[in-house]
């Protein structure tokens, strides 16, 4: 079974910072990562798929790269409502979520 | 709009079953795979069930196989999950999701509770 390792595992960060959150797989899984966003009593939103493409309808400052193991999730200036738990997916074979990172403001 | 809309959920004792139901709308729901994530209190999320746009094929993890089973009937556009030797470590919130031809889920329900608790 593949093993998604995300970190860290919390991050406190200020109104306009860049954040980068990390994905590693447990195996090469080619570019099949997604990234979801958790508000606190919400369904998981989908935020970036196939590593780098942005969902329709998600703000330009959520980026993803990476391929192979490591994969990143930026966020390019933080916003307040950005405050949420990030969870990376891997579907290469079948599915595993990573543990999440949960964002908050500093 | 895709919406997804999950019933079903409640308490249920140790070794007892339970059956959940979606019902989809805003979309052609037998073109796609859909599939069941759950979500224990506090904890990530855990992938449960997935099913192919026909019914023809069911694909499930170790932690439920041969005792979840996941259906759908295309006619009424609506996913089942029905649940059976349930245990206290399937306590969690349960999750419809739309499966994108990429694979992995863009849409998803807002979610139903199941407890198992004596």
């Known amino acids: 079974d593949i093993q998604m390792t995300q970190s860290p595992s919390f991050l406190s960060a200020s109104v306009g910072d860049r954040v980068t959150l990390s994905c590693k797989a447990s195996?090469?899984?080619?570019?099949?990562l997604a990234w979801y966003q958790q508000k606190l009593g919400e369904a998981p939103k989908l935020l970036i798929y196939?590593?780098?493409s942005l969902q329709t309808g998600i703000p330009s400052r959520f980026s993803g790269s990476g391929s192979g193991t490591d994969f990143t999730l930026t966020i390019s200036s933080l916003q307040p409502e950005d405050v949420a738990t990030y969870f990376c997916l891997q579907h290469n074979s079948w599915y595993t979520f990573g543990a999440g990172t949960k964002l908050e403001l500093k | 709009e895709v919406q997804l809309v999950e019933t079903g959920g409640g308490l249920v004792q140790p070794g007892r079953s339970l059956k959940l139901s979606c019902v989809a709308s805003g979309f052609t729901f037998n073109n796609y795979w859909m599939s069941w994530t759950r979500q224990a209190p506090g904890k990530g999320l855990e992938w449960v069930a997935s099913i192919t746009n026909s019914g023809g094929s069911t694909y499930y993890p170790d932690s439920v196989k041969g005792r979840f089973t996941i259906s759908r009937d295309n006619a009424q556009n609506t996913l089942y999950l029905q649940m059976n030797s349930l245990r206290s470590e399937d306590t969690a919130t349960y999750y419809c999701t739309r499966a994108d031809y990429g694979g992995y889920s863009d849409y998803w329900g807002q979610g139903v509770m199941v407890t198992v608790s004596s």
């Open positions: 195996q090469n899984i080619n570019k099949y």
């Open positions: 196939n590593a780098n």
